[in-house]
């Protein structure tokens, strides 16, 4: 990917200064969707199937996920990548402007506003746990839920309110 | 303007995840470039000048700038708003991830090293200074350069050594 400018805000937003990859990103943090089908059909923006290719093929060439090889008739399976891990600070910093400056589903805006709670060291547990589900790091504790299931449960709450036809 | 999701997050990316969108809020932010014309001319990235405008019309739309009533002869000022001030997070954590998984220019790379290390509570100072320069808000204390020009200083060293022809 090409790198125009100087600054680190510039070289990051010539990768994630784009509506899509950032809410596909997000889809598959957040909620756990790792296949072409489930991103297609989960998308509450109603994401276009072209769309949806072309900014995997980006997301993929820029480092930041990774497409798994898929067996005989099974479908290929996304993995954040480490560097995708690390953009959960830029995820959540959006999700807390959101809470303050735009509307939304409660159901959504309870999740966000247990992760503003949990500051700083609820965003590195997220990410530890994001390094165990994707990129097959050894779990730091394994008592009770994860925080990514109470945040995942919100978030299917809020899915099943939301309209069908977006 | 509209919002189609629920999510904090979608809501947020709605409004600014769009690349020109971001590369000029973070140029208003860090430059003090508030006019049309230092918009245009400072852009490493080389915006048209049509793409700045729509994306200065949406910015005010979406309540993160607002445009000063021009004098005679005199051009319109661009300032952000308090919401405006508070993507200063978001900014902030695209430049920390720019610096781990992007390279780019050496001075504004210790720019973002500064606001790294300074943490969550430099970026509030930050915010501080931006309503000091943007909202007429009184300044907190008035020893020393502030932390805006000191950041603005390396950021003008960086911006000499650019190539004209992007």
């Not at 089908?37 to 900014?55: H, K, M, Q, Y």
């Not at 966000?112 to 390094?131: H, K, N, S």
Request: hydrophobic share 40%.
């Amino acid at each position: 990917m090409e790198q125009r400018s100087g600054g680190p805000i510039n070289a990051a937003v010539e990768v994630l200064g784009d509506r899509w990859s950032l809410l596909i990103l997000s889809d598959v943090i957040f909620n756990d969707r790792r296949h072409f089908r489930a991103l297609l059909t989960g998308s509450v923006e109603g994401i276009a199937s072209n769309i949806l290719a072309d900014r995997l093929v980006r997301l993929v060439e820029a480092g930041i996920l990774t497409r798994g090889t898929a067996a005989r008739g099974q479908r290929a399976r996304y993995s954040i990548t480490e560097a995708g891990v690390q953009t959960l600070p830029i995820l959540c910093a959006l999700g807390n402007w959101g809470l303050d400056w735009r509307s939304g589903s409660d159901e959504l805006r309870n999740r966000q506003q247990v992760i503003r709670d949990g500051g700083p060291a609820l965003v590195e547990d997220l990410m530890d746990e994001l390094r165990v589900r994707h990129l097959d790091a050894l779990p730091k504790s394994a008592d009770g839920p994860s925080l990514l299931e109470r945040l995942g449960a919100a978030s299917t709450a809020a899915a099943s309110d939301r309209p069908t036809d977006p």
